[in-house]
């Protein structure tokens, strides 16, 4: 009997998750397998799942249930549950979702293959690893790379330490070689991912900076980024490193959540406000052209209205170059749960829309302010005849974008000048007067 099996994938959540399943999807590009891109087509559908919030549950459950379905109307025969759902609710899977063939946990992702096999009692072949580069679910030109895994900041509000476990860096040496192979499959932006890069090596003696001194020496590699700096973990080396790396663009997400120190103190950061405070004000000095993202929690228990005030406040005078809000969600297991002072869901809605309704204000007005600008952006698609781009200070999917007409024959992965004409709506609208390349 022959073994041909077409697999659909379904990644749900973070960055890190979709590192996760492109390494799944490589390490299944193997003879017995076909990776297709509808449900409807798939023998083997796996679902890779986020547990971070009660919504990011609720839509994994979902999913679940959705694509169970293809096995009476479509050609499903094995639906396969991974990442981390599993690694909190197995037990409560197992017994709610019997349409579930199998759950596979991070630490047995290497031999998912022979999982596979397995479920169709189909005798296993292992085959000599080859160094492929990974399958991407991005475009080409820019790829995730994550450096660790876990976490060791116990924040009050946060189960990823329960459910990852502890901080987990790779070796440096294992990070270059999967980058390089990247690169050298057109890959022009890497971008450095962990619950907190910051963090990285700490515990092999080794750092960020070794790191990115290393990677810098990749030739074609253009463009380095950042993600998820925890504040008090930003160094005046790593400072020093961003500002004089040619290749690491000036570009820092920085997940702050607060600025009153009050609530600081109960969500159990490490960071106060000065040290915030000061740290913006030293990448400013330091590195005039930075540009800061970052996240911000409301709703916290006990977040009295002075503290809301001050976050507010915060924003008026710092004006962050751009910002992601979400409510607090009380999730069972953390020491927020069983917190005193719990705020009403209508309290949540209510600041969460004044203050993304004031950042939209700062941003509009300080964005306005590069029109007649000339930026260097990366190509990452053509809608039309809208060319679809980035800055330096645009990560994927969650910055603010740049759209352009041109008479050139545009691929992604240029790099192309563009003068900056307007923003409106969250777009930069440019033109690429010179029509010119490189």
Same mark, same amino acid.
């Given at each position: 009997?022959?073994?041909?099996?077409?697999?659909?994938?379904?990644?749900?959540?973070?960055?890190?998750?979709?590192?996760?399943?492109?390494?799944?999807?490589?390490?299944?590009?193997?003879?017995?397998?076909?990776?297709?891109?509808?449900?409807?087509?798939?023998?083997?559908?796996?679902?890779?799942?986020?547990?971070?919030?009660?919504?990011?549950?609720?839509?994994?459950?979902?999913?679940?249930?959705?694509?169970?379905?293809?096995?009476?109307?479509?050609?499903?025969?094995?639906?396969?549950?991974?990442?981390?759902?599993?690694?909190?609710?197995?037990?409560?899977?197992?017994?709610?979702?019997?349409?579930?063939?199998?759950?596979?946990?991070?630490?047995?992702?290497?031999?998912?293959?022979?999982?596979?096999?397995?479920?169709?009692?189909?005798?296993?072949?292992?085959?000599?690893?080859?160094?492929?580069?990974?399958?991407?679910?991005?475009?080409?030109?820019?790829?995730?790379?994550?450096?660790?895994?876990?976490?060791?900041?116990?924040?009050?509000?946060?189960?990823?330490?329960?459910?990852?476990?502890?901080?987990?860096?790779?070796?440096?040496?294992?990070?270059?070689?999967?980058?390089?192979?990247?690169?050298?499959?057109?890959?022009?932006?890497?971008?450095?991912?962990?619950?907190?890069?910051?963090?990285?090596?700490?515990?092999?003696?080794?750092?960020?900076?070794?790191?990115?001194?290393?990677?810098?020496?990749?030739?074609?590699?253009?463009?380095?980024?950042?993600?998820?700096?925890?504040?008090?973990?930003?160094?005046?080396?790593?400072?020093?490193?961003?500002?004089?790396?040619?290749?690491?663009?000036?570009?820092?997400?920085?997940?702050?959540?607060?600025?009153?120190?009050?609530?600081?103190?109960?969500?159990?950061?490490?960071?106060? !406000? +000065? &040290?915030?405070? #000061? /740290?913006?004000?030293? %990448?400013?000095?330091?590195?005039? *052209?930075?540009?800061?993202?970052?996240? =911000?929690?409301?709703?916290?228990?006990?977040?009295? !209205? +002075? &503290?809301?005030? #001050? /976050?507010?406040?915060? %924003?008026?005078?710092?004006?962050? *170059?751009?910002?992601?809000?979400?409510? =607090?969600?009380?999730?069972?297991?953390?020491?927020?749960?069983?917190?005193?002072?719990?705020?009403?869901?209508?309290?949540?809605?209510?600041?969460?829309?004044?203050?993304?309704?004031?950042?939209?204000?700062?941003?509009?007005?300080?964005?306005?302010?590069?029109?007649?600008?000339?930026?260097?952006?990366?190509?990452?698609?053509?809608?039309?005849?809208?060319?679809?781009?980035?800055?330096?200070?645009?990560?994927?999917?969650?910055?603010?974008?740049?759209?352009?007409?041109?008479?050139?024959?545009?691929?992604?992965?240029?790099?192309?000048?563009?003068?900056?004409?307007?923003?409106?709506?969250?777009?930069?609208?440019?033109?690429?007067?010179?029509?010119?390349?490189?």
């Amino acid at each position: 009997m022959s073994f041909k099996k077409k697999i659909g994938f379904i990644s749900l959540g973070c960055d890190k998750n979709r590192v996760d399943t492109e390494n799944i999807i490589t390490k299944l590009s193997r003879k017995e397998f076909e990776i297709v891109g509808n449900a409807e087509d798939a023998n083997i559908i796996i679902i890779n799942t986020c547990a971070f919030l009660g919504s990011a549950r609720e839509e994994a459950i979902q999913t679940i249930q959705e694509m169970s379905n293809y096995k009476n109307c479509g050609n499903l025969e094995k639906l396969i549950v991974v990442g981390c759902l599993p690694l909190l609710l197995k037990d409560k899977l197992l017994e709610e979702h019997k349409e579930i063939d199998c759950f596979v946990l991070p630490e047995d992702y290497e031999c998912i293959d022979e999982i596979i096999f397995n479920l169709y009692n189909q005798k296993y072949e292992a085959i000599k690893s080859e160094k492929n580069s990974r399958r991407l679910t991005t475009p080409l030109h820019y790829a995730y790379v994550k450096i660790a895994d876990g976490c060791n900041n116990r924040c009050a509000f946060c189960k990823i330490p329960f459910i990852r476990g502890d901080y987990k860096s790779r070796k440096i040496d294992d990070i270059l070689e999967e980058v390089e192979l990247l690169v050298a499959n057109g890959v022009k932006e890497i971008i450095l991912v962990a619950q907190d890069v910051t963090r990285f090596g700490l515990e092999n003696k080794e750092s960020l900076v070794m790191l990115l001194k290393e990677l810098a020496r990749i030739k074609k590699l253009v463009w380095i980024r950042l993600l998820y700096c925890y504040p008090d973990l930003i160094t005046d080396e790593l400072i020093e490193e961003i500002a004089n790396n040619p290749k690491v663009v000036h570009y820092l997400d920085i997940p702050l959540q607060h600025v009153s120190n009050h609530v600081l103190v109960n969500m159990k950061r490490r960071s106060r !406000k +000065r &040290d915030i405070v #000061e /740290l913006i004000n030293k %990448l400013r000095r330091k590195i005039p *052209d930075i540009k800061i993202r970052t996240t =911000f929690m409301v709703g916290f228990p006990n977040e009295t !209205k +002075r &503290d809301f005030k #001050e /976050l507010c406040g915060f %924003l008026k005078i710092f004006k962050l *170059d751009n910002v992601g809000f979400f409510k =607090f969600s009380r999730e069972e297991g953390t020491l927020a749960y069983d917190m005193e002072g719990q705020i009403e869901e209508s309290v949540k809605d209510k600041r969460l829309e004044i203050v993304q309704r004031l950042q939209e204000k700062i941003i509009s007005k300080k964005n306005r302010k590069l029109k007649g600008h000339i930026l260097k952006v990366i190509i990452d698609d053509k809608v039309d005849d809208v060319y679809i781009a980035r800055p330096y200070f645009s990560a994927p999917d969650v910055d603010f974008y740049v759209e352009f007409e041109s008479k050139l024959d545009l691929k992604p992965g240029n790099f192309v000048d563009v003068l900056i004409t307007n923003f409106k709506d969250g777009i930069f609208l440019a033109k690429n007067e010179k029509n010119s390349t490189y």
